[in-house]
């Protein structure tokens, strides 16, 4: 089984400043089609591990609007698995049309299981899991949000060699795996700073159950609210950095990170003469389903 991967340069975001900073992104939306940025990298060495012990079927968890839900979907279907998603939501299953991001994974191949949110709090259990088991028969179970060994793993190969020139790597944090990754294979000198896109406090621990070095922080003010809030500012700088730059950027995780790191460089957090190098860990496929939420606000679409 070989996975492939679309080679990618970084590309300068050229951000006015008084410090002599430079800004680069790495393009990882850009890896592949379907299954784009970190999720590529956290399903890689999961899915090789599923086909070395013969299982023919991915389960895993995820939200109505997942970008894991769909790149595990798009993997499935890549590489011959049957998938099931089990999804935090009772209510979905009722609804006489799904989303874009569940249509999709539907497209795929996925098969649901809707569930309400005291259920889906189980989702580590032992005896949901044996539940799960009952009623889908065998499968490799992978995470929600895909972080585990396997997934750092994947995320240790991010960075390539003509990044150890950068002084500060930022990336977005949802589970906590893809900057994990980045922490393990980051160089002396470097920082790695994560914009989580929840609230609260519990990263920490998550991330320090899979990061082996120190050198990393948390930024917690650009959640603009918690996962999947957005507000006109926050539109209004996606679409704007889209025209400037023509690089998308997703509305729960890039979309905050980037917004972060320029409101920094703009009030002297990084120090003169800095580089750093931004990770665009893709998710551009919840754009529509963000969309059609704020449709119905009729409040201005993200640009696509």
Known sequence: MIFKLNQINNQTIEVPNSYGIELYIKREDKIHDFVSGNKYRK???????????????????????????????????????????????????????????????????????FVNRDTYRDKTNEVFIRALHDEF???????????????????????????????????????????????????????????????????????????????????????????????????????QFKKTYEVPLDPVYTGKMMYGIIDLIEKGYFPEKAKILAIHTGGLQGISGMNAKLKKKHLPLIET
């Open 137 to 239: 028969g065998d499968f490799y179970l992978i995470p929600e949000g895909g972080s585990n060994y396997l997934a750092v793993k994947g995320c240790e190969e991010i960075l390539s060699s003509e990044d150890h020139q950068f002084d500060f790597i930022c990336c977005p944090v949802g589970t906590g795996g893809t900057i994990s990754g980045l922490i393990n294979c980051s160089k002396p000198g470097q920082q790695i700073l994560g914009f989580p896109a929840l609230k609260g406090n519990f990263l920490q621990t998550d991330i320090s159950k899979f990061a082996l070095k120190t050198n990393w922080k948390l930024i917690p003010d650009y959640h603009f609210g918690g996962y999947a809030k957005v507000n006109l500012e926050l539109i209004d700088f996606i679409n």
């Open 43 to 113: 399903l890689k060495y999961n899915i090789l591990e599923a086909d070395k012990l013969n299982f023919n079927s991915l389960l895993t968890f995820g939200g109505a609007f997942s970008n894991h839900i769909a790149a595990v979907a798009a993997a499935g279907k890549l590489y011959g698995f049957t998938t099931v998603g089990v999804i935090r939501g009772e209510e979905l299953g009722n609804s006489n049309s799904l989303n874009p991001t569940l249509n999709f994974a539907q497209k795929c191949g996925m098969q649901f299981k």
